[in-house]
């Protein structure tokens, strides 16, 4: 694809056990996906797993969805989902033949949080927080499986508290001036899990959300 970034595995979170809070920082829902980097050219379009694997055949409406973006060069980094009738996404859910499938509540949706090239330019070294609002610009008026990653509360601990209170994967944590870096797993972005303790008090098991 001419004029855009070579393909490159995308920036990782590190991981920690506890919430934080931390200023300076934004706080955003953890999607339980195939995460995906996303390059548009024109009307050409190719969705490439963390690991460069060609999944474009496999989400055709995502890929429709965005060679319909205005834009005419984009990079966007995301997580294809899928979403139970909770609003609650669903990594197994995407596997074929998967029992649950008839949940369903959405068909494969991208949810994108990162924009790494948009229009002719490179975003890489431009902090999250001017990536974040061209991302939102060039989705503003985005049609089909197409979302923005949903930012919470600005505070740590009570973004925390949404993500129990709804069930969701995690919560990822990321300073709101840190530049991207390709193929990294970096602690300018933290990922904490959430751990559902199921059973009767004292004999549950707890499993990681997700």
């Not at 990782?12 to 050219?41: I, N, Q, S």
């Not at 050409?44 to 694997?53: A, W």
């Not at 602690?187 to 499993?207: L, M, Q, T």
């Amino acid at each position: 694809m001419a004029g855009l970034p070579k393909p490159f595995r995308p920036m990782l979170a590190a991981e920690v056990k506890r919430p934080f809070h931390k200023p300076g920082w934004v706080y955003e829902e953890k999607y339980d996906g195939y995460r995906a980097v996303v390059y548009k050219d024109g009307k050409s379009v190719r969705i490439l797993s963390r690991n460069l694997k060609d999944l474009t055949a496999q989400f055709p409406e995502v890929a429709a969805a965005v060679a319909r973006l205005r834009a005419p060069s984009l990079v966007l980094d995301g997580e294809i989902a899928v979403f139970d009738e909770r609003l609650v996404s669903h990594l197994g859910y995407l596997r074929p033949g998967h029992a649950n499938a008839g949940k369903l509540l959405t068909p494969p949706v991208l949810v994108a949080f990162d924009c790494l090239f948009a229009r002719g330019k490179e975003l890489f070294q431009e902090p999250l927080q001017r990536r974040r609002a061209r991302l939102e610009k060039e989705l503003a008026r985005a049609e089909g499986p197409l979302l923005v990653a949903r930012r919470l509360d600005a505070d740590g601990l009570q973004a925390w508290e949404e993500v129990k209170a709804h069930g969701w994967e995690g919560l990822i944590a990321k300073d709101a001036a840190s530049r991207y870096e390709p193929d990294t797993r970096t602690r300018s972005w933290i990922k904490v899990k959430y751990k559902v303790r199921v059973g009767w008090p004292g004999e549950g098991i707890e499993y990681t959300r997700g």
